[in-house]
């Protein structure tokens, strides 16, 4: 069974940088996809970026493009995600997820090819 769990949130002022961790275990993480995604107060949870297998492929959301960027370290079994000019439409819960099989399927947005999720970490972002 995958297990992930993040960490990294915190309250920061608007412009302010944070860097999010999600270490995964119970499969070999060099063959997982992974993905980030949020959920604000209120709203539906929304895509935010992903990084395939090999890191080679990186892809981000409108909304947080040259703002944000993933990466990853096979090597201690972890994806990051690293948040810089935050602003307050950025607060969220932040979750990191893995598709069951080693790619996203249909796409890498959608959140209903990801089946194993972490259980979130609040980012504050104050204005």
Request: proline letters at 2%; aromatic letters at 12%; glycine letters at 12%.
């Amino acid at each position: 069974q995958v297990q992930l769990v993040e960490s990294g949130g915190g309250l920061v002022q608007a412009g302010g940088s944070l860097r999010l961790s999600c270490v995964a275990s119970g499969r070999t993480f060099s063959t997982m996809s992974m993905g980030w995604f949020r959920q604000a107060p209120g709203k539906e949870r929304e895509f935010v970026a992903a990084i395939n297998w090999s890191g080679f492929a990186t892809y981000t959301a409108d909304s947080v493009k040259g703002r944000f960027t993933i990466s990853r370290d096979n090597a201690k079994n972890t994806v990051y995600l690293q948040m810089n000019s935050l602003k307050h439409e950025d607060t969220a819960v932040y979750y990191c997820a893995a598709p069951r099989s080693m790619g996203w399927g249909t796409s890498y947005s959608s959140e209903n090819n990801y089946a194993y999720w972490g259980q979130g970490t609040q980012v504050t972002v104050s204005s």
